[in-house]
């Protein structure tokens, strides 16, 4: 499943992409475009935004919408996997949170010059984007975000 964010839950695109579900977010795009991308990529869009749950596109069923309820990005997250029944579909970093693209497994010798000393010694496992070419590892700030989800998973 694929899905495009307003911009009234873009940091939700974030968490959708930690998850690895394909989100696109893209700023400063009005109504009409934002529904015509979601209709020629064929993505679920998620809203706030009232007055595009009026649109007849949405409901007569051919643009499928999510208004998003809660002000919390993980609650937003936590009803989006659980209006679409996708517990099961979560497969954390496997996207770039940054540009959308599938991470790459890389060897450790590999990107050796592109991070930080103390990460090289006490890191065996990383993942990079081949778009934007940042590099992700199982540190800390990651642990914690699979914490989160595991938590946002588990509840539903």
């Known amino acids: 499943m694929k899905f495009i964010v307003d911009s009234n839950v873009g ?3 974030r968490w959708l992409r930690i998850a690895g579900f394909d989100t696109l977010f893209v700023k400063d795009i009005d109504d009409n475009r934002l529904v015509r991308l979601a209709l020629d990529e064929d993505r679920v869009l998620l809203t706030r ?8 596109l949405v409901s007569g069923g051919r643009l499928k919408t999510v208004l998003i309820e809660p002000d919390d990005v993980r609650e937003q ?6 209006t679409l029944n996708l517990a099961g579909e979560v497969k954390p970093f496997s996207l770039c949170i940054e540009c959308n693209e599938p991470l790459e497994f890389k060897k450790k010798e ?8 103390h990460v090289f010694q006490t890191q065996t496992q990383y993942m990079q984007c081949a778009r934007c070419r940042r590099i992700y590892w199982r540190g800390t700030h990651w642990e914690r975000m699979c914490g989160e989800l595991e938590r946002i998973v588990g509840t539903l």
């Open 11 to 13: 940091r939700l695109a």
């Open 49 to 56: 935004d009232r007055q595009i749950m009026k649109r007849r």
């Open 77 to 82: 997250l936590r009803q989006v996997l659980m």
């Open 110 to 117: 590999e990107i050796e010059e592109l991070v930080p000393p």
